[in-house]
């Protein structure tokens, strides 16, 4: 179906939204309530009715909801002081109120939720590792294991909404099951850890992994988490079956700066998180998710520099920072004996392309796949996006592991 108001054309067959002519990202959950209320032009949607049809049987609050009518009504151009589109009936629910033409005028109103948005469930456990700090991590979807290992500013329960986010743990878990963790230091796992480190990094993988029970298993390292999964694939050969790296690096800011204006530029780096994180004013942290998603809209800078804030500490955010600029796996990568997919953006501002580069040149029989972004996070509607999945699918899918997702038996649960 495909609806028009004003300048905006909302499809629900093809999950597009245009405004003035330009598709505009929107959350899958925004997109769901405005496809709903739409459909439901004719009267008043009460909020019970709403969430369970974006939500189904998760457990939201009113005011999640809440946050989503906002979201829509600004992508949409409307606000709540206007509601020319969509119009608050107090303390009963929500209408459309705007003119629409439809392609199909008459047709039964009907919900036609985003692929996945409602079935997708993850879990999340805790297990604790040998120096005594508490790890959270997350599974969600059925069929054979996929680790992620950790990487900078993470946290599984925010990111499971956000849409910078979402659409990985989608792409992911379909057909398998898809493992993540937080690092120590951030999100959900203990904010206090005396030890932040990348030995520490390495042993909080061995312990996720440990406690799911997974003998052979494929393992992906992003960013960060790239040097934690070498690191891990050296030293337990017998149990990584396949490692993929997508936008990792050899070595860390720090140790790759070859010139002074690097090297200032990697201190700068460590000086703004030292002094702009925790503030109010979201400049700093706008900055840092430019560098991230440089091709991105701009809301979705907004979205990841909220996600940052709730994540972790400026001083945490630092301490992480410090143990990322100085990995070297420069000599580990070369002792690696896994079969390697490596995917890199051949423009990407965040971790330049020839890091992947120089992974592939020291892991033995690897391949390099180069992907067409500027993005280090790439997002769901750019074409590198389903490059990136359908090269992790086909390498996936020539593993001979026949594992299958272990029972988890987690050592405390909160």
């Given at each position: 179906m495909r609806f028009t108001f004003g300048d905006v054309v909302l499809d629900t067959d093809r999950f597009l939204l245009e405004r003035g002519g330009e598709p505009v990202h929107v959350q899958p959950q925004v997109f769901d309530v405005l496809s709903y209320?739409?459909?439901?032009?004719?009267?008043?949607?009460?909020?019970?009715?709403?969430?369970?049809?974006?939500?189904?049987?998760?457990?939201v609050s009113e005011s999640t909801l809440t946050s989503r009518i906002k979201a829509a009504r600004r992508v949409v151009g409307d606000d709540g002081d206007l509601q020319r589109v969509i119009k608050t009936a107090h303390g009963r629910g929500y209408r459309w109120v705007a003119d629409v033409g439809s392609e199909h005028a008459g047709s039964e109103p009907v919900v036609t939720p985003r692929p996945d948005s409602r079935r997708l469930e993850q879990t999340i456990r805790f297990c604790q590792a040998s120096d005594g700090v508490r790890i959270a991590y997350a599974t969600v979807g059925e069929g054979p294991?996929?680790?992620?290992?950790?990487?900078?500013?993470?946290?599984?329960?925010?990111?499971?909404?956000?849409?910078?986010?979402?659409?990985?743990?989608?792409?992911?878990?379909?057909?398998?099951?898809?493992?993540?963790?937080?690092?120590?230091?951030c999100g959900l796992s203990d904010h206090d850890p005396e030890d932040i480190s990348f030995e520490s990094f390495v042993r909080d993988l061995e312990t996720v992994v440990d406690e799911l029970g997974l003998e052979r298993f494929p393992l992906m390292g992003l960013s960060q988490g790239g040097p934690v999964a070498v690191e891990y694939a050296v030293r337990h050969p017998e149990r990584v079956s396949r490692l993929i790296l997508i936008g990792a690096f050899v070595t860390g800011r720090l140790v790759r700066a070859s010139t002074p204006e690097e090297l200032r530029e990697a201190e700068m780096q460590a000086e703004l998180i030292r002094m702009g994180w925790g503030r109010d004013d979201p400049s700093f942290r706008l900055y840092f998710s430019s560098t991230f998603m440089p091709d991105a809209p701009p809301q979705l800078w907004s979205d990841f520099a909220a996600l940052m804030r709730r994540t972790t500490s400026a001083e945490n955010a630092l301490r992480l920072n410090n143990v990322s600029v100085t990995m070297d796996v420069r000599e580990a990568a070369t002792r690696v004996q896994v079969p390697t997919l490596i995917l890199h953006g051949r423009n990407e501002v965040r971790i330049p392309f020839s890091q992947g580069r120089e992974f592939a040149a020291r892991i033995r029989g690897s391949r390099l796949v180069p992907l067409d972004t500027r993005n280090h996070l790439l997002q769901a509607d750019e074409p590198a996006w389903e490059h990136l999945l359908s090269e992790v699918d086909a390498f996936l899918a020539d593993d001979e592991s026949t594992n299958r997702p272990a029972e988890v038996h987690p050592l405390s649960e909160h």
């Open positions: 209320l739409v459909r439901n032009r004719d009267r008043v949607v009460p909020k019970t009715e709403l969430l369970d049809a974006v939500w189904g049987d998760r457990f294991p996929l680790v992620r290992a950790a990487h900078w500013i993470t946290h599984l329960d925010y990111e499971w909404e956000s849409p910078v986010w979402r659409h990985w743990m989608e792409g992911f878990s379909r057909g398998r099951t898809f493992i993540r963790y937080d690092e120590r230091g």
